[in-house]
């Protein structure tokens, strides 16, 4: 990914999008270099145009997500020459917003490569959701035929158990003897 003249894939940007707070957002410094802007312009546009961009379309990271974040990506610390700050982030909405309030072509351009990647996203969690389902279904489905199968394995098995001969009984039974001829 470059700024300047080159566009983006949509590939590239989902390697921007991450997941905080269970919604799905982009940095500002990642979009201000996607736009090919400095953070603090793209800011201030943003804050020029501020009822365009509710609490959900974009947000300030907390003093602790913003650490984490540092810790991961290499943002710059506060008072290094870095962000006097917290970064904001900005959700799908917010982004398609951003394209509003940057007039230039490239911020068009760009922002039609973030859609994509969202939606990209969008089509693989569902797929996933899906995939989880049918996993289930399956699991149960091979559950239920272990059942059978055992059953049918104790079926087998006891068909193949010689049987146990008749015992012939030895002795005078006088019962049979009796009723044979008539007494009791």
Do not use: C, W
């Amino acid at each position: 990914m470059s700024t300047g003249n080159q566009i983006v894939s949509a590939r590239q940007v989902e390697k921007l999008i991450r997941l905080i707070r269970g919604h799905k957002v982009m940095l500002d410094a990642d979009l201000a270099q996607l736009y090919g802007v400095q953070t603090r312009v793209l800011i201030q546009a943003v804050k020029r145009n501020s009822s365009r961009f509710p609490a959900d379309f974009m947000f300030p990271l907390s003093s602790a997500e913003a650490k984490a974040l540092r810790s991961q990506i290499v943002i710059s610390n506060k008072g290094r020459g870095g962000r006097r700050y917290l970064p904001f982030v900005f959700t799908e909405q917010g982004v398609a917003m951003l394209s509003s309030v940057l007039n230039s072509e490239r911020a068009v351009e760009i922002n039609i490569e973030i859609m994509r990647a969202f939606a990209r996203l969008r089509e693989m969690i569902s797929s996933n959701k899906d995939l989880a389902r049918k996993l289930d279904a399956l699991e149960r489905k091979v559950e239920s035929h272990d059942v059978h199968i055992r059953s049918l394995f104790e079926a087998i098995r006891q068909l193949m158990a010689p049987p146990e001969p008749k015992k012939r009984k030895i002795g005078f039974l006088v019962e049979e003897r009796a009723a044979r001829y008539g007494h009791r």
